[in-house]
């Protein structure tokens, strides 16, 4: 589900490709190729051009003895152009590719595109059915020199930002295409599989347990998540009425253990905390799960969180908490349309931990920011990351998110808490299951409180240097 395109690069691309004439099919004219990228400025191949996935079937069996997935995953999708070829982002062994049931043929090229050549053009506006059947070892799958496939002893989580699908199933690859899901994976006996969303069934046969979960709001493909593994659940309700699925490894040294579980079992009520400020949960589940990983980052997957154990070493941790289940509304339910508005997922998730550091009476937001602020000079390169555009290599940078989240308080002093939490709240109402971008948020700011905020996003999200003065002092 795609609300409006990106850039104009993916359709100048595909124009530029055009084929010479041949004999196509009614309504087939000025067909071509689709673009091999979405059009991000951060990210040119990731997404593809000339088509439109509305949701993900994923058919999946794993095999933690080999680190082997095989499967077939189909995709329903709307050509948004007509299209002589298309491409998906993936990176396991292919063996068979159909469209609408026709054998396609198919070949990998760059470092994670399938190019996919139906038998038969494909018409502009046409619904189309892509099934993809694979089988790989996805922790021996290297692309630009890493793999997003955590192998732990008994099995692999597949979680990371932006790139994660490409070792676990064939995608439009980027937050402007959301999608619902159905995974359904196979394991054997005795092992669980964690995905998205609600656990429609569960079913052993023949020594393999099949896992079925559904996800039936929009979702970006990085905010898809597998798990297999050993897991003990967690069933909760939180107080607001949302429910609430946790999984931990039973492997983690016990210190550990308790301190993830002292802090992910708070999840309801954190999620029932921030609906307070962001307005009700957008999705039918929430929760998170802490595998037995060595990974150092927390993920917003949606609905199911992933925690590596090293956030809960040293003691309970409900920050961590706060920040995921804040990209739920942030990132999750309103998304990206490109990676380089990423302060409006990691602004606001940091922003959150300060809410939430008031409520547990560790501080204000005032004070945090307040010591971001001070605790940088001015001749610190953390001010030459710009929030709003800090290029794809400090996508992740602390300056997105400490800065990040300084800006947004600095924002609350300028426009005043009434105007501040109004916007807080209408940002995920009005774009919910959607995608929005940073200059609609300041529009949007600029509405509510009736000031025109140009120069302070200047200041704030796109200058290289430290800000003069803070708001607030
Ligand atoms: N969105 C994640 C967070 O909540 C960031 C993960 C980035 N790190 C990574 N290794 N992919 O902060
Ligand atoms: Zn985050």
Redesign the pocket.
């Known amino acids: 589900m795609r609300k409006r395109l990106l850039a104009s690069a993916a359709a100048v691309a595909a124009f530029g490709l055009l084929p010479a004439l041949s004999a196509t099919p009614a309504g087939a004219a000025n067909a071509g190729p689709g673009a091999p990228g979405i059009g991000d400025p951060y990210y040119p191949t990731y997404g593809n051009g000339g088509y439109d996935v509305s949701h993900y079937d994923l058919r999946l069996s794993y095999q933690p003895a080999t680190d082997t997935l095989s499967g077939t995953t189909t995709l329903t999708a709307r050509a948004t152009q007509g299209l002589t070829s298309f491409d998906l982002d993936f990176a396991l062994p292919v063996s068979r590719v159909t469209v609408d049931g026709r054998p396609a043929a198919f070949a990998a090229s760059g470092e994670q595109e399938l190019v996919v050549t139906p038998a038969r053009t494909i018409p502009r506006g046409r619904t189309l059915t892509v099934a993809v059947t694979y089988s790989g070892v996805p922790s021996s799958v290297q692309r630009y020199g890493f793999t997003?496939w955590m192998r732990t002893p008994d099995g692999g989580v597949a979680?990371?930002?932006?790139?994660?699908a490409w070792w676990w199933f064939p995608s439009n690859d980027h937050p402007a295409d959301k999608a619902t899901y159905d995974v359904d994976v196979k394991v054997p006996q005795g092992d669980q599989a964690i995905s998205n969303g609600l656990l429609l069934s569960q079913s052993t046969r023949g020594g393999w347990t099949d896992f079925h979960w559904r996800q039936e709001r929009p979702q970006a493909t990085y905010l898809a998540t597998l798990a297999v593994g050993h897991f003990d659940f967690t069933h909760a309700r939180s107080a607001g009425g949302v429910p609430v699925l946790n999984a931990y490894s039973p492997d983690l040294d016990p210190a550990t253990a308790a301190n993830a579980r002292a802090s992910v079992e708070r999840t309801g009520e954190i999620v029932d905390f921030l609906s307070g400020y962001f307005g009700p949960y957008p999705f039918d589940s929430a929760g998170g799960y802490v595998p037995n990983v060595t990974?150092?980052?927390?993920?917003?997957t949606q609905t199911r969180v992933f925690y590596s154990p090293k956030f809960f070493t040293k003691g309970p941790n409900t920050s961590?908490v706060a920040?995921?289940l804040a990209?739920q509304w942030y990132?999750d339910s309103v998304s990206l349309e490109r990676w380089s508005d990423?302060w409006l997922?990691?602004g606001f998730?940091g922003y959150a931990e300060w809410l939430w550091a008031e409520h547990e009476h560790t501080g204000t937001p005032q004070e945090l920011a307040r010591a971001v602020y001070d605790a940088h000079p001015a001749s610190d390169p953390f001010w030459t990351v710009k929030p709003g555009d800090p290029g794809a290599a400090n996508?992740?940078d602390d300056a997105v998110?400490d800065r990040g989240a300084l800006a947004i308080q600095a924002l609350r002093d300028t426009i005043g808490d009434h105007a501040f939490l109004a916007l807080l709240r209408a940002w995920p109402t009005q774009h919910r299951y959607g995608n929005g971008t940073i200059a609609e948020f300041e529009a949007l700011a600029e509405r509510l409180s009736g000031k025109d905020l140009g120069a302070f996003f200047t200041t704030w999200l796109y200058t290289t240097a430290k800000p003069a003065t803070f708001p607030g002092a």
């Open positions: 997003s979680a990371n930002e932006p790139e994660s990974a150092g980052f927390a993920l917003e961590v920040h995921e990209h990132g990423i997922n990691e998730a996508q992740f998110y």
